[in-house]
């Protein structure tokens, strides 16, 4: 410790012996019990510490009694409530003993500090401001948090060689408005007292540790869940590093590489000041910019010598591949455009999109930079490798054609302490090559023999052995291929679909059934092998038979008997043939989705290890199935009408597009009709408008009733619905309008033997009337409207009639 560290412990020291004498000359305790329970408490609040999330401090509540006392207390009493709070807190809240200068320190600072904040509220401002004012209160916090942090400050940039403003600023300065709010609370403690005396009040202290203790839990459950992310991230960088391992293992000449390329790129990217996302996506694009080399021929990966046109063109395709293989990770930060990238250009002759200047990523552009200079400067198949300095003097030359002036600028200043740092990381145990030339002495030939060759036989226990291989080779393949399939697509029967036939290479069955959960139920979503229909049919209530025993308790059987399933138990009209079954809950973000049934005819057909492999992909198969529910969900209601759950205007745009393609292709004819609800304004007007919904999706149901299978009917807006009748005559038409127009007639009965309702339709034929939606549309609209005005002169007292109806309504009411 340097002298001025000392001097100033020993002027601290001596401010507060000062202060402690002047405390003990002016000795006054007016009220002893009051002081004695506060000091009690404020001791006991010395042992809670608080760590504050994302700063690295931790805060004690015993200020907050020491402001009480500035309020409510002697000087001689605060100040000994303060001290003995301090020294409780130095002597039993740390797990070693600190030493006496530490001690003395700190209360002596605490001494100088409350006396600070004590003059502050009792001193001049006291005469002008309420004594228990907030802000005086506040002022006071402030004064006693300056002074108690300063002289730590001090000792800290003294005894360290730092700058106090840096010290303070970053280490105690965050605080603040904790000291402030605690003088908010101060001054509320104060009003309490004076309204109902100071011993009510202390039955607040155990609501305060309760929310003290609240506090802390929920701190620890913040900081569980931060390091559930720093373990996430973990395995995330861990998961990269194997990526590069599956390059490395395809070309032994990028294992180095990648590793130096990254510590290059790195740095780099640090020099040049990149955003923190930026850097980590450099990161993982320095280990894994190669990666689209496993879709290239290891013939051309490894040729010693140059490549032909067409074997360039080959490997011009892995930026592209790689770009897509890392799509699928979705990656926090931006690793696929820098994958993309790495060969683009600078002037724009580079590939495969012939970027040009800024429109290439940074992170691209340092990467193409670093990589060039490290496959000059290391021997390759085709070339002997260049002095490193010599390298740098190529790619400097380049610098304005194939590279960033600005990155080859910085690269050239840096490269050889770069070259350092390399070195440097480049034995680390991690850093050690795959065994890929071990010689392997066990093994004496392949389980189908060698070609054109007769070695003999195998004894049973190798044979079974090389079989086990095989198989747990072939099931980490097929397991690889359903979790990469499953993400491919977001409808749910794609999904499901896909599922059926990669699960039945791992796991045998007769019969698959995939149950959705819709509020009480699992009713089947996907049903494929036998009993087709049976399975189809059914309709689970959640905690009966089988699948609603899974789905409530959240755990598989194995080998359960299909027969009790609820829905067919006991009824001779539904029997199955089936005698096993292997049900697994299927568990997503916010819930159960569902149950996935696998169905044997034999008894006891499914083992074990079956059940290990459907645990093992239940929750990819979860995500991908409420990922689909969401997007069916998503797309329902960009597509459906609400009320009425017809189609709605977009989706009718895109119907009608779709059939008119095919009328052209297989030239047959189509209606379109444009119906319009005449007196439905009165309706809603006369009767309300929930007796308005009603009356549309009476009319909806009424015409998706009168439609065929194949016709189509949505809702244009309001009160207007759009037909679309492929493949029907004009004479049909005029049938299904006098039928629609009867529909709206019953629908608008709302009064028993009264119809308020009419509807007037247009018609459009393709190809007569137009060959584009727009025309046909239009035509069909302009003869609806003058249908309307028609039926208008036809019935002129339409609006007295719909009057007398909601009065004759009223009058029952």
């Known amino acids: 410790m340097s002298k001025q560290a000392r001097f100033f412990i020993y002027a601290v020291c001596l401010a507060g012996l000062a202060t402690t004498v002047y405390g003990g000359v002016a000795w006054k305790i007016s009220e002893p019990i009051k002081f004695c329970a506060y000091l009690l408490t404020a001791m006991l609040a010395s042992r809670l510490k608080v760590e504050i999330p994302e700063i690295t401090g931790t805060i004690s509540v015993n200020f907050l009694f020491i402001l009480i006392g500035i309020a409510e207390l ?214 894994l910019h190669d990666i689209g080399k496993l879709a290239v021929p290891e013939h051309i990966i490894s040729k010693p010598g ?60 340092i990467l193409s930079a670093v990589d060039c200079l490290d496959a000059l400067a290391t021997d390759r198949q085709y070339r002997k490798a260049l002095p490193l300095e010599d390298a740098m003097q190529w790619v ?92 491919n697509s977001l409808s749910l029967s794609e999904t499901l679909s896909v599922l059926s036939g990669r699960l039945k290479r791992l796991v045998p069955y007769d019969a698959i059934a995939t149950y959705i959960v819709r509020g009480n139920e699992l009713l089947p979503e996907y049903v494929n092998g036998e009993n087709f229909r049976l399975f189809s049919s059914l309709e689970i209530p959640v905690g009966e038979g089988l699948s609603g025993w899974v789905a409530q308790n959240r755990k598989p059987i194995l080998n359960g008997n299909p027969s009790v399933e609820a829905g067919y138990m006991g009824d001779p009209a539904k029997f199955s043939t089936l005698r096993s079954a292997l049900a697994l809950p299927l568990e997503g973000l ?58 709605n205007a977009r989706s009718l745009f895109l119907r009608l597009d779709s059939e008119l393609a095919r009328c052209r292709r297989m030239n047959i004819p189509l209606a379109v009709l444009v119906c319009d609800l005449d007196g439905f304004k009165q309706v809603n007007d006369g009767f309300g408008h929930l007796t308005g919904n009603k009356v549309l999706s009476s009319v909806a149901n009424g015409l998706k009733a009168n439609c065929r299978e194949y016709d189509y009917v949505a809702r244009m807006g309001g009160d207007e619905f759009v037909l679309l009748l492929p493949h029907i005559t004009p004479e049909s038409v005029d049938d299904r309008i006098n039928q629609m127009m009867r529909i709206a007639a019953e629908a608008g009965e709302i009064i028993p033997g009264k119809r308020f309702l009419s509807m007037s339709v247009g018609e459009a034929f393709y190809p007569l009337d137009g060959s584009n939606a727009e025309e046909l549309l239009a035509t069909a609209d302009r003869r609806m409207y003058k249908n309307k005005q028609q039926q208008r002169l036809q019935r002129p007292d339409g609006p007295a009639v719909m009057k007398e109806a909601a009065l004759e309504v009223l009058s029952l009411q």
């Open 74 to 287: 002697t000087f001689t009493e605060t100040l000994i409530l303060g001290c003995s709070a301090i020294l409780v807190q130095c002597l039993l809240t740390r797990r070693r003993l600190p030493k006496l200068e530490q001690v003395l320190f700190n209360v002596s600072s605490a001494a100088v500090a409350i006396a600070a904040a004590y003059f502050i509220y009792h001193g001049p401002l006291h005469t002008r401001l309420h004594p228990n004012s907030a802000f005086l209160l506040m002022l006071s916090a402030a004064v006693y948090f300056l002074f108690n942090t300063l002289p730590v400050a001090t000792i800290i940039a003294l005894t360290e060689n730092k700058q106090l403003q840096k010290i303070w600023t970053d280490c105690y300065f965050w605080s603040l408005p904790y000291y402030l709010a605690g003088g908010a609370i101060a001054a509320l403690f104060g009003w309490l007292t004076q309204k109902v005396g100071w011993q009510p009040t202390l039955l607040a202290l155990p609501a305060m540790f309760v929310i003290y203790r609240s506090y802390r839990l929920y701190l620890g459950k913040l900081e569980d869940e931060k390091n559930h992310v720093a373990e996430m991230a973990a395995l995330h960088m861990r998961t990269i590093e194997a990526l590069a391992l599956a390059i490395e293992a395809k070309d032994q000449t990028t294992h180095d590489h990648l590793e130096r390329v990254r510590v290059y790129a790195v740095e780099m990217a640090k020099r040049l000041k990149l955003p923190p996302d930026e850097i980590e996506a450099l990161r993982a694009a320095a280990l």
């Open 306 to 365: 140059r490549l032909t046109p067409e074997e360039f063109e080959k490997m011009k395709i892995h930026p592209i591949v790689g770009a897509e293989i890392l799509e699928r990770v979705h990656f926090p930060y931006p690793v696929v455009p820098i994958v993309r990238a790495h060969h683009e250009r600078w002037d724009g002759t580079g590939y495969p999109d012939g970027l040009i200047g800024e429109q290439i990523p940074m992170g691209a552009r």
């Open 590 to 647: 916010n819930g159960a989705v569902g149950v996935l049934a696998l169905y044997r005819a034999e008894k006891d057909a499914f083992t074990k290890d079956n059940l290990r492999i459907l645990l093992a992909i239940s929750s990819k198969i979860s995500l991908a199935i409420e990922n689909a529910l969401k997007y069916r969900q998503v797309e329902n209601s960009a597509t459906i009408d609400y009320l009425t759950n017809l189609p």
């Open 396 to 487: 400097t030359d380049q610098a304005g054609k194939a590279y960033d002036p600005v990155v080859i600028n910085m690269l050239k200043s840096s490269y050889k302490e770069l070259e350092t740092i390399v070195r440097l990381q480049s034995h680390l145990p991690e850093r050690q090559k795959l065994s890929t030339d071990m010689k392997v002495e066990r093994g004496k030939e392949p389980a189908n023999g060698f070609a054109a060759e007769n070695v003999g036989t195998e004894s049973g226990a190798q044979a079974a052995f090389l079989s086990s291989i095989a198989a747990a080779r072939q099931e980490a393949q097929v397991l690889f291929e359903l979790t990469q399939d499953l993400g």
